[in-house]
């Protein structure tokens, strides 16, 4: 499994998030919502130092990525981040 960010997607992290070099980012499963695998369930994500980093990837010196005990949510797919252009918002794509 990996994590992979668009440019549009580190650009939202650096204006949104004001995120830098040292960051660490999380993606997790959040009770409520929905996903392509999982009804309640949807993607999560927070500014929040590992404990059992499961997928990272590092960009620019951030460090993005899945807590081991989230793996579960990705259903063996790999996660791919972008920005909806006409809401100004992430999302997410998941990809085998």
């Known amino acids: 499994m990996k994590i992979t960010l668009t ?3 580190l ?3 650096k204006h ?3 995120v830098e ?3 660490t980012i999380r993606f997790y499963a959040r ?3 929905s996903s392509p695998f999982h009804e309640g369930f949807s993607l999560g994500m927070t500014r929040e130092e590992p404990i059992d980093i499961g997928v990272q990837t590092v960009v620019d010196g951030v460090t993005y990525y899945i807590d081991e005990r989230d793996i579960w949510f990705f259903n063996e797919h790999n ?3 972008d920005v909806d252009r006409a809401i100004d918002e992430l999302k997410y794509d ?3």
Do not use: I, Q, R, S
């Open 31 to 33: 009770y409520g919502g």
């Open 11 to 13: 650009k939202w992290f």
């Open 21 to 23: 070099k040292g960051d």
């Open 16 to 18: 949104e998030m004001e």
């Open 79 to 81: 996660l791919h981040v």
């Open 94 to 96: 998941y990809k085998k």
């Open 7 to 9: 440019d549009a997607a």
